[in-house]
């Protein structure tokens, strides 16, 4: 059993939980991720490592409230356990001869761009981080991101925090204005992420994704977490979920990644939260 011993939320749709796992701390490097089951009835639930604190022997993990799972995960409050905690799994994120980098979340991709972008300013490489958000209600993490970052620039489609505009508009300006790159990570919707390589590629810079497909045994044998990177069939869960995204084929990922929307909608709709209960009765 695994304790939460904090859970905060960062939006009305995202919350934050630390898990005494020290094994898992002991080991976990950024790009790295842990699967959960809630109870002997909970789905195998994959989320990349958001944080990990190695004296005090926790991991922290983000996630969206989408489905009836993530509406259960929710329901937990600290002190309650989790009945599996496994990891770290999947390939850690490799920075050798990086010296400056542009590092780019979007949505709740920023909980997982966060820890690269903190590793790599450890390293004392110069990082600019570009965040976007739908709107200011939805932006997360930002003290967490401007300590983990030489310069941050936060943005809404709305223009609603001051800064409006795609994280591919500023990355652009900041090309053009002369920032020069080792490379450019990064992590959120695959439509967000395909239009940031698209622009990249137009300037020749290496570019990291990580790709978050459906993933069910984290182990490389089920195959549903199958990519095409570069025409080659990889894996996420054990190949990646870091890739070269100047190679991967972001619209079959596009395609693969709406396959279950219905059913995720059901089991959603389906699925009534045991605490807004007692909050009625």
Avoid: W
């Avoid at 409050?77 to 920075?95: I, K, Q, R, T, Y």
């Avoid at 983990?148 to 800064?163: F, K, P, Q, V």
Wanted: hydrophobic share 40%; proline share 3%.
């Amino acid at each position: 059993m695994f304790k939460i011993v904090k859970k905060r939320r960062l939006n009305p749709s995202v919350s934050l939980i630390e898990v005494e796992a020290p094994y898992i701390a002991r080991k976990a490097e950024p790009g790295q991720f842990i699967i959960l089951r809630i109870d002997e009835h909970g789905e195998r639930i994959p989320f990349t490592i958001a944080d990990f604190d190695r004296e005090v022997g926790t991991v922290t993990v983000i996630f969206q409230i989408v489905g009836e799972s993530t509406e259960r995960l929710n329901e937990l409050e600290e002190g309650d356990f989790l009945l599996d905690f496994v990891g770290p799994l999947g390939v850690a994120s490799h920075f050798d001869g990086v010296k400056t980098a542009a590092v780019i979340g979007g949505g709740l991709g920023t909980a997982i761009a966060y820890p690269q972008a903190k590793k790599l300013h450890s390293m004392g490489v110069r990082v600019d981080m570009i965040n976007g958000f739908r709107n200011s209600d939805l932006i997360i993490l930002e003290e967490e991101c401007a300590a983990a970052c030489t310069n941050l620039y936060t943005m809404t489609d709305d223009g609603s925090n001051g800064n409006g505009g795609f994280v591919t508009a500023k990355l652009e300006e900041l090309i053009n204005a002369g920032e020069k790159y080792d490379v450019v990570i990064a992590i959120g919707p695959l439509v967000m992420m395909k239009a940031v390589c698209e622009l990249t590629k137009k300037y020749d810079i290496k570019t990291i994704v990580s790709m978050n497909p459906v993933m069910i045994d984290g182990t490389g044998m089920c195959g549903g977490c199958r990519v095409t990177v570069g025409g080659e069939t990889k894996f996420a869960c054990v190949d990646g979920p870091d890739f070269d995204g100047h190679l991967v084929d972001f619209d079959q990922a596009i395609r693969r990644s709406k396959m279950f929307s219905k059913e995720e909608r059901q089991s959603r709709e389906n699925h009534h939260c045991r605490l807004e209960g007692m909050q009625n009765a």
